[in-house]
């Protein structure tokens, strides 16, 4: 049920864009996209909700796609403190397609800006 | 306002210890998750709390790994008797009610099992 993340690594330069996906095998009610940086806790970037949504604060903004379990991350202009891994968290739907409030974080991509 | 706290940051201990981690969420938040992060990896759910009763505890190993959290507030997870394959950052989190809710994790406390 752990969603898998592409790519695992990605080395940009100051700048750049790159984008982050997050597959799922299961129905999904919402997504939730984390950034950690080493040896800190994760950091909330933002949550979408089935319906199709597409997010973005500054330059960064992601898109759910329900029907086929998808979700993308896409970073814009990248800047230094982009770097760190990312987390997609998935939130399974119900039967009924409602909310079942238990996440789970995929395998993680580590993004590296350099200057 | 207040951030999630934990107690103690860094942990080092034989195996067939016990260990015991404190955490306490932002006020008002309804539900409390712990986490286990290994090196390398994603956080892996171990148990949610909603107020003081579990939501879900399907991947605690039950046999050495127990929580509370009582009074619906602070909450206690413990190790009894670790393990080396326990070594690993341990993360507690809060959110307002539910996985729909963005969760605010605390700085996490990292155990290592000799």
């Known amino acids: 049920q752990q969603p898998v993340q592409s790519p695992q690594a990605v080395i940009l330069r100051e700048g750049e864009d790159a984008v982050i996906n997050c597959s799922s095998s299961?129905?999904?009610?919402?997504v939730h996209w984390y950034r950690q940086k080493h040896g800190e806790a994760p950091v909330f970037l933002m949550i979408?909700?089935?319906?199709?949504e597409q997010k973005g604060h500054d330059k960064i903004s992601a898109s759910f796609n329900e029907k086929k379990q998808q979700s993308s991350l896409y970073l814009t202009a990248s800047q230094l403190s982009y770097s760190g891994t990312y987390f997609c968290?998935?939130?399974?739907?119900?039967?009924?397609?409602?909310?079942?409030?238990?996440?789970?974080f995929g395998t993680g991509t580590l993004l590296a800006v350099q200057p | 306002e207040a951030g999630v706290a934990q107690s103690p940051r860094y942990k080092i201990i034989e195996k067939r210890q016990s260990v015991a981690f404190w955490c306490n969420p932002i006020?008002?938040?309804?539900?409390l998750y712990w986490y286990q992060q290994i090196l390398g990896q994603g956080p892996k759910l171990l148990i949610q709390?909603?107020?003081?009763?579990?939501?879900?505890d399907s991947q605690l190993p039950k046999d050495r790994f127990s929580a509370e959290r009582l009074k619906g507030v602070d909450s206690t997870l413990k190790i009894q008797p670790a393990k080396l394959e326990d070594s690993a950052v341990y993360l507690c989190?809060?959110?307002?009610?539910?996985?729909?809710?963005?969760?605010?994790f605390g700085p996490g406390t990292r155990l290592t099992v000799t």
């Open positions: 989190a809060s959110s307002l009610s539910g996985s729909s809710y963005e969760q605010y």
């Open positions: 299961k129905a999904l009610y919402s």
């Open positions: 979408l909700l089935k319906g199709g």
């Open positions: 968290g998935t939130e399974i739907a119900g039967v009924y397609g409602g909310a079942t409030n238990k996440l789970i």
């Open positions: 006020s008002g938040h309804a539900t």
């Open positions: 709390f909603q107020n003081n009763g579990v939501v879900d």
